[in-house]
């Protein structure tokens, strides 16, 4: 689907309307456009080819004549045209988390700055501080964020690769010349972030297979094109690499492009020690070159003593002492989710009514949800007062006899404020079925500090879960200054699941957290931090997150059944 690339350049308008300092509505149309474009279920393309962009809610006659420039030449002329009122760089300065167009805009007209290079010279050079709404901080701030932009640019979000990997999957799958055809590389592991997506198959026509594959309608270019590996660039800017081999060579090289890198240095090294020879055309024996295995992937993991290590398990961080001696965790399961613990519905900011939540639930074949709105304090997102606690628990009691074999609980996502006390009193917070506490706001604490006022909330006994931990958002924020060992021993001492908020910028806990988390008996809860029925889907990344940190079915309190769920919180059945 174009509909990506269609919101990114709608986006970047709206950032030149700013940066060139026109009236705010002008880019926030834009904006909004760009949102509802990015959130569509259907094509744009379709959308667009059948004249019906402008029932798109936020599209009118001038935007609908852009939206159809775009996705049928590729180009948007006044794009192009903006582009050019603007210095170049400017733009890329807004990639830094943390900086707007407004202060873009005023490093570059008093301090001439313009790319990301001067930004940091003049931070590190304390020249951003007397200028009018910057200080120390701020250049502290900048200097961060543009190191949080380093570590993650280029590289795509989970879901967004997961997206496009599927479809392309899917695509070549009608390709009669493969004989097996696989996802390999990080998506395959299911990493946080995605430098470019791997795709293996086997066949006997390479060149047929190629010349299949960057026909493909999402191609914006070719970048390379071999008959072993050709890669392509996608109109996201995401690229993608075909590899294909033989079938003998099929599953040694699905192990091999699968990596990590460091799993397979170590799977190597562990080969010769044992008298083979392992690369991506197979094991061999090392004296002889003789072929031993390599048609499936099993085979390479048996054959060196070990069983079977699922990809996300692959990163070399002890998953092949534990195969060698038959233990390792065994993962928790795609499928084993019983329910939803993280939805936002249109009593604070989602954009969905409970019921149809709730339908949706049931279709999917969970057995619950929980509905957890934001609490009083939080305006800009709608947050629920106490007397609109009230209503909306009555709302549920109702909507609860319409549903047979399910239970929607009646949450909430309680902020926590600065000083570690709870948005609600006491006495608003036991009328919930289920109490998630989270930090919204106040997030440059020191470490200390952040550390006091999460786990004072936690201390409160009307408080289940704590939501994002570390409040990361991935390439935008990064975690606050908090000591998770810390949070996890009080977690354990108070009784409270930490989560793992599935939404794919959070990912938090992250994987390695969660393995922290599972080492200290800690169990966790998965919720996707929903705003629409869309995201609801998230949650397949966050069992991802779970099953990278090792967790098992057990530690994971939404595997469980809805009568022991009940048990195990303590809520009215
Ligand atoms: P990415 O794309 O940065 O998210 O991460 P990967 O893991 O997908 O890395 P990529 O696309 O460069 O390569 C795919 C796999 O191929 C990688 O996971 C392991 C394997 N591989 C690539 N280069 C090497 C190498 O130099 N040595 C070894 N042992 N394996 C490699
Ligand atoms: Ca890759
Ligand atoms: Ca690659």
Redesign the pocket.
């Known amino acids: 689907m174009k509909n990506q690339f269609v919101a990114e350049i709608l986006y970047k308008i709206a950032d030149l309307l700013d940066l060139k300092g026109e009236i705010f509505f002008k880019s926030r149309a834009y904006r909004m456009a760009a949102q509802t474009i990015e959130a569509l279920d259907e094509d744009i393309v379709t959308i667009s080819n059948e004249d019906r962009l402008q029932s798109i809610p936020g599209v009118g006659d001038a935007l609908s004549k852009k939206i159809k420039e775009l996705v049928e030449t590729g180009r948007l002329e006044y794009f192009e045209r903006l582009k050019k009122e603007i210095p170049e760089g400017l733009l890329a300065l807004l990639d830094i988390p943390g900086l707007g167009p407004k202060k873009v805009s005023a490093l570059y007209k008093n301090l001439g700055i313009s790319t990301i290079k001067e930004l940091r010279k003049a931070c590190i050079d304390g020249k951003l501080r007397d200028l009018d709404g910057f200080g120390e901080i701020t250049e502290r701030n900048i200097l961060r964020g543009i190191q949080l932009l380093e570590k993650t640019s280029g590289?795509a979000l989970l879901n967004v690769?997961y997206g496009d990997g599927n479809d392309y999957l899917d695509y070549m799958k009608r390709c009669d010349k493969i004989d097996r055809i696989s996802i390999?590389?990080?998506?395959?592991?299911m990493?946080e972030?995605?430098?470019?997506?791997?795709i293996l198959a086997s066949s006997k026509y390479p060149d047929n297979v190629m010349d299949y594959f960057v026909k493909y309608d999402d191609v914006q270019r070719v970048l390379l094109k071999g008959s072993t590996k050709t890669s392509v660039l996608l109109h996201d800017n995401l690229?993608v690499?075909l590899r294909v081999v033989t079938n003998k060579s099929y599953g040694s090289a699905l192990q091999?492009?699968?990596?990590?890198?460091?799993?397979?240095?170590k799977m190597?090294s562990l080969a010769i020690k044992k008298g083979y020879k392992l690369n991506?055309y197979g094991l061999f024996d090392k004296e002889t070159d003789k072929y031993i295995a390599g048609e499936a992937e099993e085979e390479i993991y048996t054959t060196l003593g070990l069983s079977y290590i699922e990809p996300e398990l692959?990163e070399n961080k002890g998953e092949i002492e534990l195969a060698q001696k038959g233990s390792l965790p065994k993962l928790v399961g795609y499928d084993d989710v019983t329910g939803d613990f993280h939805i936002h519905s249109t009593w604070s900011d989602g954009s969905d009514s409970i019921e149809d939540i709730a339908k949706v639930a049931k279709n999917i074949g969970y057995s619950f949800v929980c509905i957890a709105d934001h609490s009083q304090s939080l305006r800009i997102a709608n947050g629920l007062s106490k007397e609109r606690v009230d209503k909306k628990i009555d709302e549920i009691r109702k909507l609860n006899k319409k549903f047979s074999n399910f239970k929607i609980f009646c949450g909430t996502e309680c902020d926590i404020k600065s000083d570690g006390s709870l948005d609600y009193s006491d006495r608003i917070l036991k009328k919930f079925d289920i109490v998630s506490i989270g930090i919204h706001s106040a997030f440059k604490m020191n470490g200390e500090e952040m550390t006091k006022r999460i786990t004072r909330g936690m201390e409160n006994k009307y408080v289940h879960f704590l939501a994002h931990p570390t409040g990361r958002l991935i390439g935008r924020r990064g975690p606050y200054e908090v000591d998770i060992e810390q949070i996890i021993d009080t977690a354990r001492d108070t009784g409270t699941f930490l989560e793992i908020n599935a939404f794919p910028d959070r990912l938090d806990l992250n994987d390695i957290h969660a393995k922290l988390a599972k080492e200290k008996g800690v169990k966790v809860v998965l919720g996707t931090d929903s705003h629409s029925i869309i995201n609801l889907s998230f949650m397949h990344f966050g069992v991802a997150t779970a099953r990278r940190g090792g967790l098992e079915k057990s530690d994971i309190l939404n595997t469980y059944r809805l009568k022991e769920i009940e048990e195990m919180l303590g809520v009215e059945q």
Do not use: M
Not at 184 to 189: E, P
Not at 256 to 265: I, M, Q
């Open positions: 590289r690769a390999a590389g990080s998506l395959r592991r990493k972030t995605i430098g470019d997506v791997d690229q690499d091999y492009f699968t990596g990590s890198k460091e799993h397979n240095v190597r991506e692959r």
